[in-house]
C-alpha cells in the first residue's frame, strides 16, 4: 500500500468548511461518539460564545510573522467552530471556521491552523494585535478588552495535550495481534501492527509476503489479543508453535513486550440483565435470525447459527449465500448489536434480504416450517440502547469497513434504535452499511483533519465542491456491487467486489447459513457493571485537564482564572472562566512572579523564590536592591522593564515572559497619529527581545 497517500493528505483531502454554511447542514454531535476524543466532555463545556486565540487574518500586509487576535464561537458542528474576532460585533465579513482539535506541531511563524486557549499568547509571547478592519474602533483596546473577556470562558490551558494524549494508542508499532483473514472471514491470522493513526491500527499479516496490509480501530470487533482463538475455539491459520504458545500466554497471563495482551484487549463485559437470560437459555446450532451481510453491509439478511463457540461467541452464516468451504462465516458475540431476532426488519420497517434462491415473498414462519428449524428465542436479544443525537441527515466521517483504508464523506440517512445506515455521499444506496452507534469506525467530522489523515472526498458530480482525487467507497473504479435483488430473494448473485475483504462468491449452491462479527474481543466475563475499565467514558479515563489555578494560566490579558461552578466531575476538562482581565503587579503572588521570570531571567526567579518576594514588594524596590540579593545587575535592570513600565509607574499588564507581547499588541497612545503602525511597532519591538521560544 502507497503510504504517501496519507503523507499528503492535505492536498487531497475533503474539506468540510466547503459544507458548513450550507443551510441546514447538521453533523453529528461530537458527543454520540463514544470512541471520540473529549466525547463526553464536549457538548457541556465547548459552548457558544466561549473565547479563544486564533491567527490574525486581518492583520497589516506590513507584518511579517503571525499575530493574533481573541475570538469569539458562533457556532459549533463536530469538531469545527465557527469564529468571530472580538471588536467585530454584527460585522461578519471576517468569520471562518476552525477545527478546534487540530494542533499544529510546527511553529512556521507564517501560519498558525491552532486554536489556542486565551493566554496562550501570552505564555508563548506572541502578540496580539486588532484586525485592521477594526483597530480604529477604539482608542483604548484594553479596557475594551477588559469589558468583553471578564467573565468568559475559555478553553483549558492544556486542552491541546489532553487532545493528543486521548488520540494515543496503547497499542505500540511491532505488537502481534489475531485479526479476521479478509481473504477468508471464518479465520484469523496473526498480524503485525506497523503504523498507528488516531487509535486506528495498520496491520500486516504474518507469513503473507505479498499482503498489502489493513486497517482496523483498536476498540474493533475484528482484532483479539493472543491466544483469544485458542481460548474461544475459533479458527487460527498460525504455526503450531504460535498456537501452543498463545495459549499458554492466555491462560497463565504471561505475555511478551510484543505481544497484545487481553488488558489491551479486554473481555466483553455483558450487562446484568443479559447475563441472567444466558444462565437459562443459550444459542445453539441451527438457530434462525437476522444479521447484517458481512460482505454488503447495506442488507439485513436471513441468518443461521452454525456453531457455537466458547465464551459466548458465535459463528453466523448468511442462509442461502455462504460458500460450501464455510469461508464467509463471521464470528459474532452473542450481545453483538450486528444480530436481530427473527422478525426484528419488520418491526423496524427495514427491508430483509431473503435467502438467495428463495422464490416465494419472504414469512418467517412459514420458512421456519420449511427449514424445520427455530427462531433464536427473543429474551437472547436484549440489548441496552446508549443515550446518543443521532439523527438522519447529520454528517459524520466514516470508515469504510469493506476497503477500510478509507475514511469517507458520509451522512446518516437513517437511525433505528441503535443502528445507523450510514450513506457515503455521491454513491448509491447499494454502497451504504449499517453501523452501530457506538461503532469506533464513526468519526464526528474533522476527525481526519485532527489527526492528518485523508478524508476521501464525495463522488463528483453532485454539485459539491471536492479535490479532483477519488476513491470508490469500498475498493477502486472496479469494484462491482452485489444485485440487491427483490423481495423474492434474488440477491447476492454478484457480490461487491472490494479491495479489502476478498471472498468467494456466494451461490445458491451454499447451505442455509449466516455469517457474523464479534461485539468486542475476549471472552464474556459476567458483572454488574456495564463496561470495562478500558471502556470508560471520557471523563474517567485518562483526561487529566486539570484545574487552572491562578499561577499556571493568564487568560489573554493576564487574567485571573476559577474554576467553571458547572465542572465538578473528577478527572474533567474543566473550561477556564476569565475572572479578571487584567490585574495589577501588586496583586501578583511570589510564585507568579517567578513564573513570570524564569525565562529570560532566572537568577531573579530563583531569589523571589527564595526571598518569598510578591509584586507589590517589587513594586517598592530598586535595581540595586534586587542586586543586592545576588541577581546580577544586568539582569536585574531587565527584570524590571519585564515587570513595571519605562515610566516608573506599576505594570497592570506585563510585557513579556508568560505574559509576553499583550501590552506591546494593545498599546494605543492617546497621542499617537497612526494607532495601527504603533501597536505593530510596538510588538515588533517587544518580538525582538525575546530568545526564548
Not at 1 to 15: A, G, I, N, V
Not at 450 to 455: H, R
Not at 589 to 596: I, T
Request: hydrophobic share 40%.
Amino acid at each position: 500500500m502507497d503510504l504517501e497517500f496519507f503523507y499528503h493528505y492535505k492536498s487531497r483531502s475533503f474539506d468540510w468548511r466547503t459544507m458548513l454554511d450550507k443551510p441546514q447542514f447538521k453533523a453529528g454531535p461530537v458527543s454520540s461518539f463514544k470512541f471520540a476524543p473529549l466525547s463526553e466532555w464536549w457538548a457541556r463545556n465547548v459552548t457558544v460564545d466561549m473565547k479563544v486565540e486564533v491567527q490574525n487574518h486581518d492583520a497589516s500586509d506590513i507584518i511579517q510573522r503571525v499575530v493574533y487576535w481573541v475570538a469569539s464561537i458562533l457556532e459549533v458542528k463536530g469538531y469545527f467552530v465557527k469564529l468571530r474576532y472580538v471588536g467585530f460585533e454584527n460585522d461578519a465579513s471576517m468569520d471562518f471556521w476552525a477545527n478546534l482539535c487540530y494542533v499544529q506541531e510546527e511553529d512556521t511563524h507564517l501560519v498558525d491552523h491552532s486554536v489556542h486557549h486565551v493566554g496562550w499568547c501570552a505564555v508563548h509571547e506572541r502578540p496580539l494585535v486588532p484586525p485592521k478592519t477594526i483597530e480604529n474602533n477604539t482608542n483604548n483596546w484594553r479596557d475594551y478588552m477588559v469589558r468583553r473577556l471578564t467573565g468568559s470562558k475559555t478553553l483549558p490551558h492544556n486542552f491541546h495535550k489532553v487532545v493528543r494524549e486521548k488520540l494515543k494508542s496503547r497499542f505500540e508499532i511491532g505488537m502481534r495481534v489475531e485479526a479476521v483473514d479478509k481473504t477468508r472471514l471464518s479465520s484469523l491470522r496473526v498480524a503485525v501492527v506497523q503504523k498507528i493513526v488516531g487509535r486506528r491500527l495498520f496491520v500486516k499479516y504474518e507469513r503473507m509476503e505479498d499482503d498489502e496490509g489493513f486497517w482496523f480501530h483498536e476498540k474493533s470487533p475484528m482484532i483479539h489479543p493472543v491466544g483469544w482463538a485458542r481460548m474461544t475455539g475459533h479458527e487460527l491459520l498460525s504455526t503450531e508453535e504460535y498456537a501452543k504458545n498463545s495459549l499458554s500466554k492466555a491462560l497463565n497471563n504471561k505475555f511478551g513486550p510484543k505481544d497484545a495482551s487481553w488488558t489491551l484487549l479486554p473481555p466483553i463485559v455483558v450487562h446484568e440483565e443479559v447475563a441472567a437470560e444466558f444462565e437459562t437459555t443459550r444459542f445453539e446450532v441451527g438457530m434462525k435470525l437476522e444479521v447484517i451481510d458481512p460482505l454488503n453491509l447495506s442488507m439485513i439478511c436471513v441468518g443461521t447459527v452454525f456453531k457455537v463457540l466458547r465464551s459466548h461467541f458465535l459463528m453466523i452464516a448468511v442462509d442461502g449465500a455462504t460458500s460450501p468451504n464455510g469461508s464467509d462465516l463471521m464470528c459474532y458475540h452473542a450481545t453483538s448489536p450486528y444480530i436481530f431476532p427473527a422478525g426484528f426488519c419488520k418491526a423496524a420497517g427495514v427491508a430483509l434480504q431473503p435467502p438467495h434462491g428463495y422464490k416465494k415473498k419472504f414469512d418467517w414462519d412459514e420458512y421456519l416450517r420449511e427449514t424445520e428449524s427455530r427462531a433464536a428465542p427473543m429474551n437472547l436479544f436484549k440489548r441496552v440502547l446508549p443515550a446518543h443525537e443521532f439523527q438522519p441527515g447529520q454528517w459524520v466521517e466514516a470508515v469504510d469497513l469493506m476497503d477500510p483504508k478509507l475514511v469517507c464523506v458520509a451522512q446518516v440517512t437513517r437511525v433505528v434504535d441503535r443502528l445507523l445506515r450510514i450513506h457515503f455521499e455521491g454513491w448509491d444506496e447499494s454502497y451504504d452499511q449499517w453501523v452501530d452507534c457506538e461503532s469506533p469506525d464513526i468519526f464526528p467530522i474533522g476527525w481526519c483533519d485532527m489527526v492528518e489523515y485523508l478524508l476521501t472526498p464525495p463522488n463528483t458530480g453532485n454539485g459539491l465542491e471536492t479535490p479532483v482525487h477519488l476513491q470508490t467507497p469500498g475498493g477502486a473504479a472496479a469494484r462491482k456491487k452485489r444485485e440487491s435483488g427483490n423481495a423474492t430473494g434474488g440477491g447476492r448473485a454478484k457480490k461487491k467486489k472490494r479491495m479489502g475483504f476478498k471472498g468467494e462468491s456466494r451461490t445458491s449452491g451454499g447451505k442455509s447459513f449466516p455469517h457474523a462479527r464479534s461485539a468486542n474481543s475476549g471472552t464474556v466475563e459476567i458483572k454488574n457493571e456495564p463496561t470495562t475499565a478500558d471502556d470508560e467514558p471520557e471523563d474517567a479515563m485518562a483526561l487529566e485537564i486539570a484545574v487552572p489555578m491562578e499561577n499556571e494560566i493568564v487568560p489573554t490579558v493576564n487574567a485571573n482564572v476559577v474554576e467553571d461552578a458547572s465542572s465538578t466531575q473528577e478527572n474533567e476538562p474543566s473550561v477556564t472562566v476569565i475572572k479578571e482581565a487584567l490585574s495589577p503587579l501588586k496583586s501578583w503572588s511570589c510564585e507568579r512572579v517567578a513564573d513570570h521570570l524564569k525565562t529570560q531571567c532566572p537568577n531573579t526567579a530563583q531569589a523571589v523564590t527564595a526571598n518569598k518576594l510578591t509584586g507589590e514588594q517589587l513594586e517598592t524596590m530598586t535595581a540595586a536592591e534586587l542586586a543586592a540579593l545576588g541577581v546580577p545587575l544586568d539582569e536585574a535592570k531587565t527584570s524590571f522593564e519585564l515587570l513595571l513600565k519605562k515610566d516608573g509607574g506599576q505594570a497592570p499588564v506585563a510585557v513579556t515572559g508568560t505574559n509576553g507581547g499583550i501590552e506591546a499588541a494593545l498599546a494605543k497612545s492617546a497621542s499617537t497619529r497612526e494607532p495601527r503602525l504603533s501597536a505593530v511597532t510596538a510588538a515588533a519591538d517587544v518580538d525582538s527581545n525575546n530568545t526564548s521560544r
